[in-house]
């Protein structure tokens, strides 16, 4: 038998965490890359609330396979961690807004409850 870690315990693991975010963190790179080599400026300006949460839906369904979790488990973390991350990016800080959502993105792909979907 396999020992459990305090944090596995009790709910949430830190490895699916840390693998779901760090899946997420090279898919919006590789994402960011691909768009500013296809796309114009002015797509960004007039798309870009299409472009930008579409590149996060993605991004999360990357995070949470490499997580080990479910596609549902991908959208729900999408849009849990999308609404904060669109608060802050409506501040006016657009990496503020990413920072939080990967925050968020990571906390529940470590969740108990996201392994449940």
């Known amino acids: 038998m396999q020992s459990m870690g305090i944090s596995e315990k009790h709910g949430f693991d ?3 965490a840390l693998r779901g975010t760090l ?7 590789v994402i960011a ?9 002015q797509d960004f300006v007039d ?3 299409l472009i930008g949460p579409a590149a996060w839906v993605i991004a999360c369904l990357v995070g949470v396979r490499a997580a080990g979790l479910k596609w549902t488990a991908g959208l729900i973390g999408a849009v849990v ?6 608060l802050a990016t409506l ?3 657009h990496w503020l807004g990413m920072v939080v959502g990967l925050v968020v993105f990571a906390a ?9 979907l």
């Open 14 to 16: 830190r490895n699916a």
């Open 23 to 29: 899946a997420a963190v090279l898919a919006i790179v």
């Open 33 to 41: 890359a691909l768009s500013m080599v296809v796309l114009q400026h």
């Open 47 to 49: 798309w870009g609330f």
């Open 81 to 86: 961690a999308g609404v904060p991350s669109g």
């Open 91 to 93: 501040t006016g800080f």
């Open 108 to 116: 529940w792909c470590g969740s108990a409850r996201a392994k449940t």
